[in-house]
């Protein structure tokens, strides 16, 4: 059979759009995702999400009372934050909003998760999901059947629990409506090692879209010693107890899929007064201190650039094995994040083939901050990473 000119045409064409077709699927599935949490009650006109490039704000957090959500106790206050969030939504068409469920602290998961009363609990997930019109569920039970240093009820069937919620919730967001929407599932996750024995996480990986890894807090203001908030690896003094890449290797040493992945970064600081350097210390840095209480002192992002970087007598230090920056001043220590620092894992997350990464929390990121920075490196190019 004779093949004509425009036959042999019609195939380039054909086999040419295929080809598009295929990278343009492949090239949506390596995106690397900027995803951030925002406190509901923020005024949503200063909080520009879509402009920014982000992908995904997860709306923090309805709380959880019997079987049944909440933003404020107060009802005219709820519904408030209720139309807060449908306003945010509006303004941000490009980004896709999540109802993050519980936080650090919040107490009610174990008891509405068991066997009797899961059901009603996530009905009242849906209900909210779709009552706001979002696009999907983040579950932040950030210990499951560990009582996070007192602060929440658990048992040990929380475990499995868990695991079942999670399924649940999967079953029910997969009977919405789905015509222009894909609705995701998500949920904080553990930086212990003993995180994995109270969580069946590679049983939850099969019905997760993401898992938030919540790698900040390596340091903070329960020690007495100054230290990392976010280092993505050891010190130049090898005495950082934990790093990012550590937390990260764990969860791969686990088999869990890195592309689900979100590599957590902190738009806060953590800080120390009356530093004493020692023998060993060096520019304050893992010298003894007097921690500084960040819910009264701001060490945000924003607060650092306006009033602490190389200013006040602060000056900057970067340990370039840790790859994480501080300031000191000659008498206070902060361990905050950093665009150099922030380079570093962006490499990271390209060269560990990540999802992407998460923020906590946008209120505290300067303008041209942390998330913007995220927003427009993360899909450049990937670098490797540097020891």
């Keep these: 059979m004779r093949i004509t000119i425009y036959t042999k045409i019609f195939i380039v064409v054909l086999l040419a759009g295929m080809g598009l077709y295929f990278y343009q699927i492949s090239a949506a599935e390596d995106r690397k995702i900027t ?20 992908d995904i704000a997860f709306i923090a957090f309805a709380k959880i009372k019997g079987t049944d959500l909440y933003f404020h106790e107060d009802s005219t206050t709820n519904n ?4 807060n969030i449908k306003q945010l939504k509006a303004a941000n068409p490009k980004t896709q909003m999540v109802l993050a469920v519980g936080g650090y602290g919040a107490d009610g998961f174990s008891d509405a998760s068991l066997d009797g009363n899961r059901y009603l609990f996530t009905e ?41 919620l999670m399924k649940e919730l999967r079953e ?10 894909k609705y995701l599932l998500t949920f904080a996750s553990g930086t212990q090692d003993w995180y994995f024995q109270n969580v069946e996480v590679k049983k939850v990986e099969k019905y997760v879209d993401f898992i938030n890894v919540m790698t900040y807090d390596l340091t903070g203001k329960w020690s007495d ?24 290797s764990m969860y791969l040493d686990h088999d869990i899929d890195s592309r689900k992945l979100l590599l957590g970064i902190p738009a806060y600081s953590y800080g120390w007064k009356n530093v004493k350097e020692n023998k060993g210390a060096k520019n304050g840095l893992f010298a003894p201190g007097t921690p500084i ?42 361990s905050y994040e950093d665009k150099e620092a922030l380079k570093e894992k962006v490499s990271y997350i390209q060269s560990k083939n990540l999802a992407g990464a998460m923020v906590w929390q946008y209120s505290q990121d300067a303008e041209d901050g942390i998330v913007n920075y995220l927003s427009e490196h993360l899909n450049e190019r990937p670098q490797a990473a540097k020891r």
Aim: glycine fraction near 4%; hydrophobic fraction near 35%.
């Design 225 to 248: 010693i100054t230290g990392f908030n976010s280092n993505l690896y050891a010190d130049s003094q090898g005495k950082s107890k934990h790093s990012i890449d550590g937390i990260i």
């Design 80 to 83: 408030q934050i209720k139309e």
């Design 172 to 181: 029910k967001l997969y009977r919405l409506p789905h015509k222009n929407k």
């Design 293 to 334: 209480d960040i819910d009264k002192v701001n060490l945000h992002y924003k607060q650092i650039e306006k009033a602490y970087l190389n200013k006040n007598g602060f000056k900057r230090y970067y340990d370039n094995k840790a790859k994480a920056a501080y300031l000191y001043d000659g008498h206070t220590f902060i």
């Design 35 to 54: 995803a951030v949490y925002v406190e509901a009650w923020q005024d949503y006109r200063n909080i520009k999400l879509s402009e920014k490039g982000v």
């Design 124 to 164: 009242s997930i849906i209900n909210v999901v779709k009552e706001l019109d979002l696009d999907g569920v983040d579950i932040d039970w950030e210990y499951p059947a560990f009582h996070a240093w007192n602060t929440q009820k658990a048992r040990p069937e929380d475990t499995k629990n868990f695991t079942s």
